[in-house]
């Protein structure tokens, strides 16, 4: 619900929108209230200032996690004669073992009775308020001071009752509780000058020059018990405290910059930015960073000798060269800092401190240089617009986490090294045109990037993770491990084949890459790229008396990742859970011979593959998704000016309708934010499909 409003001096506007959504887990929700105002008013002619306040409440209920057992990888890993509920209607909680006579004690949690029984209820609390005063101080010079907060409170709190079980322990068990919360501040002051000048004919400069200081703070403190007397109870103080922890940071931010844009008769353009920055993130030797660009443009269409006709419209030559900065990281990074350490001293166990990560007053801000070249292209009347770019983006000094000597003390310190290259196109095609009563407004962008790492840091060629690769010469995370040529299916096999030394018939045959006759971890390869050939886009928008139909549809080609709920979950040939009907109708047994796929069941899973990287587990990514299909219509006014309404609009809106991919996860976009180590995140929430039925009216 939204109104505006006002006088020639004063205007208003206003909000209010309330949320609430099930999710797609049995008691998930997610509720939200939000409310906006803005006040804007002219408290003279050349005086006016401004106020918006924006608060907002979130209440989620979640499904609590253990160990492996998501929600989703509860339904997964249950074996298929495992019953959610008895046959008198309660909660199957005692068949959760899956053998409890056996060596084997692992459990697979009800999923159904972890999502009803299970509290995790997390609320947010945030305001975001801003104010301005705009003063003209001659004609084109004016002076802005502007000064935002955004306040935000959060609370978690958890609770397992103690008849639920957990893995590895049967019900009943301890009661479990957790709570949580924190309290962040941020706050931003900005004081501009800008000059607007217009000389001669057509010359327009626009200057601006300003002052930025933002600064955040951050609170957070969490409790943790056990041993409640029942489950009624379920306040903290009921229970024994078992851990309490507390922690606090800030960080500040400090700006310098000015801009000039000067446009000579919508034909020459240049723009010139320069800025300094300082962030408290960094060492004391090197906390500021200075950061320029310019771009310049050329619309030749626009010349007196450029020729005039229904095919060319606009042409446009555009180039730029820009240098950015980035402080993500953490708030002390380059500071020593200690944590809780515990020490036997006398025979008894001592809570003390000790150093946990190294000092560094030479980090600084990780810089990226762009240059950019670019078309613009309109045709027939700008009916159709194209756009290509051609880019170069360096960053150096790149923020990383990098080992040192275990003499050291430490095992990882946050340095500035290396440097990584992108270069691409891109391409977008725009069409709008009306023929008759229809109107069509579509959109096509392409983008095709190539990733090259340039430097790793003094004396190191590369970077290696469990599954993935960085190397000078190639691009960043590369898939890295073994490449499967088959499996061992006769004796004869193993002896003559260079194998691992445990392997056995049915295990696969890995490719000795180096030539040593053996197979081991200098054996590994590249097997896949986290980074696509192109990425694209399309949307489209039909209008026809009334009726309007939208949609959005967004593709990636030439990516393939580790699926992790392969290697983990579907497949376990150890038997600790379900598996999946393709390993079943495709490992080895004698009778399928060279014709199996994958290797034979084994209880160690290292040993035969699926919890070693291969080629194997490596998936095509690609994939083609629907995003939105939105359908409308709006009644005609000479029907809704009667009952007093200037638009009404009704509409349906499906999201993520239909995806086309040959990967087998729920969702080939879902991966880890670890860039150096990429993988599929197993178990997390699927992306979900919704439908919408709404209506707009404006009075």
């Known amino acids: 619900l939204s109104a505006r409003g006002g006088s020639e001096s004063t205007r208003y506007f206003f909000s209010l929108n309330y949320f609430n959504q099930e999710g797609i887990i049995i008691n998930t929700d997610f509720n939200r209230i939000s409310f906006r105002v803005n006040l804007d008013t002219d408290l003279s002619s050349k005086f006016k200032m401004g106020l918006s306040v924006a608060p907002s409440f979130i209440k989620e209920n979640v499904v609590a996690e253990d160990f492996n057992e998501s929600p989703v990888n509860g339904v997964l890993m249950a074996l298929p004669y495992f019953r959610a509920y008895n046959p008198d209607g309660s909660l199957n909680i005692s068949q959760q073992t899956i053998d409890a006579t056996g060596p084997d004690q692992a459990r697979i949690e009800n999923p159904v009775a972890s999502a009803l029984l299970k509290k995790d209820e997390r609320t947010n609390r945030q305001l975001i308020s801003g104010g301005f005063l705009d003063y003209e101080i001659i004609q084109g010079l004016k002076a802005k001071a502007y000064f935002g907060v955004d306040f935000s409170t959060t609370r978690r709190e958890q609770f397992d009752p103690s008849f639920i079980g957990a893995r590895n322990s049967p019900a009943p068990d301890i009661a479990k509780a957790f709570t949580s919360s924190s309290e962040r501040l941020n706050w931003l002051s900005e004081y501009t000058v800008n000059y607007?000048?217009?000389?001669?004919?057509?010359?327009?400069?626009?200057?601006?020059?300003?002052?930025?200081?933002?600064?955040?703070?951050?609170?957070?403190?969490?409790?943790?018990?056990?041993?409640?007397?029942?489950?009624?109870?379920?306040?903290?103080?009921?229970?024994?405290?078992?851990?309490?922890?507390?922690?606090?940071?800030?960080?500040?931010?400090?700006?310098?910059?000015?801009?000039?844009?000067?446009?000579?008769?919508?034909?020459?353009?240049?723009?010139?930015?320069?800025?300094?920055?300082?962030?408290?993130?960094?060492?004391?030797?090197?906390?500021?960073?200075?950061?320029?660009?310019?771009?310049?443009?050329?619309?030749?269409?626009?010349?007196?000798?450029?020729?005039?006709?229904?095919?060319?419209?606009?042409?446009?030559?555009?180039?730029?060269?820009?240098?950015?900065?980035?402080?993500?990281?953490?708030?002390?990074?380059?500071?020593?800092?200690?944590?809780?350490?515990?020490?036997?001293?006398?025979?008894?166990?001592?809570?003390?401190?000790?150093?946990?990560?190294?000092?560094?007053?030479?980090?600084?801000?990780?810089?990226?240089?762009?240059?950019?070249?670019?078309?613009?292209?309109?045709?027939?009347?700008?009916?159709?617009?194209?756009?290509?770019?051609?880019?170069?983006?360096?960053?150096?000094?790149?923020?990383?986490?990098?080992?040192?000597?275990?003499?050291?003390?430490?095992?990882?310190?946050?340095?500035?090294?290396?440097?990584?290259?992108?270069?691409?196109?891109?391409?977008?095609?725009?069409?709008?045109?009306?023929?008759?009563?229809?109107?069509?407004?579509?959109?096509?962008?392409?983008?095709?990037?190539?990733?090259?790492?340039?430097?790793?840091?003094?004396?190191?060629?590369?970077?290696?993770?469990?599954?993935?690769?960085?190397?000078?010469?190639?691009?960043?995370?590369?898939?890295?491990?073994?490449k499967v040529l088959g499996i061992f299916t006769s004796q004869e096999q193993l002896n003559s084949t260079a194998r691992l030394t445990t392997a056995r018939i049915g295990d696969y045959i890995y490719a000795d890459t180096n030539g040593d006759n053996a197979i081991t971890a200098a054996d590994r390869t590249i097997i896949g790229s986290i980074h696509p050939d192109y990425t694209f886009g399309?949307?489209?928008?039909?209008?026809?008396?009334?009726?309007?139909?939208?949609?959005?549809?967004?593709?990636?080609?030439?990516?393939?990742?580790?699926?992790?709920?392969?290697?983990?979950?579907?497949?376990?040939?150890?038997?600790?859970?379900?598996?999946?009907?393709?390993?079943?109708?495709?490992?080895?047994?004698?009778?399928?011979?060279?014709?199996?796929?994958?290797?034979?069941?084994?209880?160690?899973?290292?040993?035969?593959?699926?919890?070693?990287?291969?080629?194997?587990?490596?998936?095509?990514?690609?994939?083609?998704?629907?995003?939105?299909?939105?359908?409308?219509?709006?009644?005609?006014?000479?029907?809704?000016?009667?009952?007093?309404?200037?638009?009404?609009?009704?509409?349906?809106?499906?999201?993520?309708?239909?995806?086309?991919?040959?990967?087998?996860?729920y969702n080939p976009e879902q991966r880890t934010s670890n860039v150096l180590d990429p993988t599929e995140g197993y178990g997390n929430y699927p992306l979900e499909k919704s439908s919408v039925i709404g209506i707009n009216v404006n009075f």
């Open 196 to 482: 607007d000048l217009k000389l001669g004919s057509g010359h327009r400069f626009d200057f601006l020059a300003g002052y930025t200081y933002q600064e955040e703070s951050y609170k957070y403190s969490d409790i943790s018990a056990n041993n409640f007397p029942n489950d009624v109870v379920q306040t903290l103080n009921a229970g024994v405290i078992t851990r309490g922890t507390s922690t606090a940071s800030k960080w500040t931010l400090i700006s310098y910059l000015s801009r000039l844009i000067y446009n000579y008769q919508d034909k020459y353009f240049f723009t010139g930015v320069i800025r300094k920055d300082g962030s408290s993130r960094f060492g004391s030797n090197n906390r500021w960073g200075i950061f320029p660009s310019l771009s310049a443009g050329y619309r030749i269409s626009n010349e007196s000798f450029f020729p005039k006709n229904k095919v060319f419209s606009d042409l446009k030559f555009r180039g730029s060269w820009g240098l950015a900065g980035n402080n993500q990281i953490g708030d002390f990074g380059s500071l020593a800092l200690v944590g809780n350490a515990n020490a036997i001293i006398g025979g008894n166990l001592t809570n003390g401190l000790a150093p946990t990560t190294s000092p560094n007053g030479n980090l600084g801000w990780e810089s990226t240089s762009t240059t950019n070249l670019g078309i613009d292209l309109g045709l027939f009347g700008n009916v159709l617009e194209a756009t290509v770019d051609y880019y170069v983006s360096t960053s150096k000094d790149l923020l990383l986490e990098v080992p040192v000597p275990a003499h050291s003390g430490f095992t990882r310190s946050l340095q500035n090294i290396g440097k990584v290259e992108n270069k691409g196109i891109e391409f977008s095609l725009k069409a709008n045109y009306k023929l008759g009563a229809v109107k069509v407004n579509s959109t096509f962008n392409v983008v095709s990037n190539k990733n090259k790492v340039l430097e790793i840091g003094p004396g190191q060629n590369e970077i290696v993770t469990s599954s993935n690769i960085t190397r000078v010469g190639g691009e960043l995370g590369a898939s890295y491990g073994y």
């Open 538 to 665: 399309f949307t489209t928008r039909f209008e026809y008396k009334g009726f309007d139909l939208a949609t959005v549809i967004q593709g990636v080609q030439g990516v393939t990742i580790h699926n992790r709920s392969v290697s983990v979950i579907l497949y376990n040939p150890e038997g600790w859970g379900n598996g999946a009907k393709d390993y079943f109708d495709n490992y080895y047994t004698p009778e399928r011979g060279a014709n199996a796929i994958y290797a034979r069941p084994n209880a160690l899973p290292t040993d035969n593959g699926f919890y070693r990287n291969t080629d194997i587990l490596q998936e095509d990514a690609s994939f083609i998704r629907v995003r939105n299909i939105t359908f409308g219509y709006s009644l005609p006014k000479s029907l809704i000016e009667k009952i007093g309404v200037s638009s009404l609009r009704l509409y349906v809106s499906s999201k993520n309708p239909f995806t086309f991919t040959d990967f087998r996860g």
